[in-house]
């Protein structure tokens, strides 16, 4: 149940806060004080579009929290399988909506707008203006005939819905075999060649990065011996080196120590230079005669490296050990070679697939066969008890040419509205007010399969009056027993039976239009009756047919 709902800067609301109840919520209002602003905020608090157009001019942002109580079991389960679970019963909701963004809240965790739907679905069920121009379509008469043939039919649908997308993946999977013998051996032979190639090059992992620095080095000895060369000369072969100024500078700092102690360190390290130097032109020296190579492992180095890249163009790096163009290619090889007995069992599943879809569709089939006589006999009761005086209806199963995931039936609702006329098909018969009474009437059939909390009904009213009208509030107010019901009415006969009636209001303060709604005590519900009644003309009679309209819908 909607317990509350607050609005704020939410186009002409500056601030709002509604505390709803059970039962029957009625808000009215004159033309154009905002009373579908309030939905349109409810319907953007739980994950609608809602962009910066509903941001009231002047302020940075909207505000909508909605708080729910949840105690139905069925409800409850639904929630927590979209991660929602109550605190203590509660689900607080909050949406902020900014220019090109918007922040929305469950129970104080951050979540998607989608997901924000989702729980919204679960929740608030809302009948807009034009909804019951949905009855008009096929696929919604087949989704209202489902939803009354109930549990059995919903689960049926799961499994139907399975069984067809497993029926799609094995035609695809059959048609994957379409090769002649001729095309399967020639992509056979191929492949063939393809994996003697891969297998043939006996790439080793990290080969590439081995071989390019091997390459580097040898391509750039000539240099790298011409350096080294120059450098064994710094250091012990030249007229002039580094290692005879060091043996030098050796004897001359040996000769003074003895006088001079604090030279003791400089001489140690003189002797450790020359050990360095040493070792150096060993290491230079040995690396020269090591890495010395024949020009033929040059040549073939290069020749290695460019397979390497050829190989890279039509397989990807076979150097990288994560590389599947071998394994892919031998699956491939497998699936050639036993072609026709793959075909054969892909064709063997498509048929077991299809079976299989044909059990679900045939059991939707007699499910909804089963439970069209029955809604339309309740439906027929319903459209009576909303002043239809002579009604017939039939719902039709009827045959598709081809089965989908919610089976393979259409559902053609017929009505005839007269005595003497023969069943025809709803669309062409029924007016915008019938139709309107004709969901009505759905409604309230559903209210006690319907597990969602709440249902909102914005100006159901249309094309209706008089005793028809209040037959129609008479229908709210059956199905506000089963669940919490808010409606905006322009009709005092449907706002009559109202457990809490709200009025919406339109002002002008400070050179800006402001609506407010208030919660009416009995007076004031009787004065906005008296209102929807007469108009301005507010007499003692009219108030006097307001109460007993009022009190009437009570007994």
């Known amino acids: 149940m909607l317990l509350s709902c ?12 509604v505390e709803f109840g059970p039962g029957l919520n009625v808000l009215t209002g004159e033309t154009g004080a905002g009373k579908s602003i309030l939905i ?9 579009r809602a962009g910066a157009q509903f941001i009231r001019r ?16 069925g409800v409850l389960t639904s929630l927590e399988a979209l991660g929602v679970v109550p605190d203590e ?62 549990e059995a039919c919903r689960k049926e649908k799961e499994a139907m819905a399975a069984a067809y997308h497993l029926y799609k993946e094995s035609v695809a999977a059959a048609e994957g075999f379409s090769l002649s013998e001729e095309d399967r051996l020639r992509q056979l032979d191929f492949l063939n060649y393809e994996i003697h190639e891969i297998e043939a090059a006996a790439v080793r992992p990290g080969e590439r990065d081995e071989l390019t620095a091997r390459y580097r080095e040898m391509s750039s000895f000539e240099k790298t011996e011409e350096g080294l060369g120059k450098a064994l000369q710094f250091l012990s072969e030249g007229r002039e080196n580094a290692e005879d100024f060091l043996m030098q500078a050796y004897r001359e700092v040996s000769r003074i120590v003895s006088n001079a102690p604090a030279m003791q360190d400089v001489l140690d390290a003189l002797n450790t230079a020359e050990d360095i130097l040493s070792d ?24 290695r490296l460019d397979e390497l890249n050829r190989l890279e163009l039509k397989y990807g790096d076979l150097c990288d050990p994560e590389n599947t163009a071998l394994a892919k290619r031998e699956e491939e090889r497998d699936r050639l070679e036993d072609y026709a007995a793959r075909r054969e069992e892909s064709i063997k599943q498509k048929e077991l697939a299809a079976s299989r879809m044909k059990v679900h ?11 069209a006589p029955k809604l339309d006999a309740e439906l027929e009761k319903a459209l009576k008890g909303l002043n239809f005086l002579s009604v017939q209806v039939k719902t039709e199963v009827t045959p598709l040419s081809s089965a989908g995931p919610d089976g393979q039936d259409g559902a053609l609702f017929t009505i005839s509205l007269n005595p003497g006329e023969a069943l025809t098909p709803l669309q062409k018969v029924a007016s915008g007010g019938e139709l309107s009474r004709i969901m009505l009437a759905i409604k309230t059939i559903l209210a006690d399969r319907d597990r969602i909390p709440t249902v909102i009904f914005d100006e159901i009213d249309s094309g209706i009056s008089g005793k028809t009208a209040q037959m129609v509030g008479q229908k709210l107010k059956e199905i506000s027993r089963y669940r919490q019901v808010l409606l905006i009415t322009h009709l005092p006969q449907i706002a009559a039976p109202a457990d809490r009636h709200y009025e919406i209001s339109k002002e002008s303060r400070n050179n800006r239009t ?15 009756l008296a209102r929807l009644m007469g108009g301005t003309l507010q007499s003692e009679s009219v108030m006097q047919a307001a109460r007993e309209l009022k009190y009437d819908t009570k007994k």
Request: overall charge negative; aromatic content about 4%; cysteine-free.
């Open 40 to 48: 349109d905020a409810i319907n953007a608090g739980l994950g609608n």
């Open 6 to 17: 607050h609005v704020k800067n939410f186009a002409l609301i500056e601030e709002a806060k």
């Open 89 to 150: 019963g509660v689900v607080i909701i909050s949406r902020r909506i900014y220019p090109g963004r918007s922040i929305q809240r469950i129970n104080d965790e951050s979540v998607t707008s989608a997901r924000l739907r989702d729980v919204g679905e679960v929740l608030l069920d809302i009948h807009g203006q034009h909804e019951h121009q949905s009855l008009l379509k096929p696929h919604r008469q087949l989704e209202i005939l489902d939803e009354y043939a109930g």
């Open 514 to 528: 402001i609506t407010d709604v208030t919660l009416l005590d009995e007076n004031g519900a009787l004065r906005e």
């Open 361 to 371: 569709a045939d059991a939707l089939t007699s499910l909804r066969k089963k439970a």
């Open 58 to 73: 002047g302020a940075e942002e909207a505000l909508i929290e909605l708080v729910f109580s949840v105690d139905d079991p």
């Open 280 to 303: 150096s032109e060993k290491e230079i020296r040995g690396y020269l005669e090591e890495s010395r190579f024949d020009p033929q492992e040059l040549h073939d180095a290069e020749k």
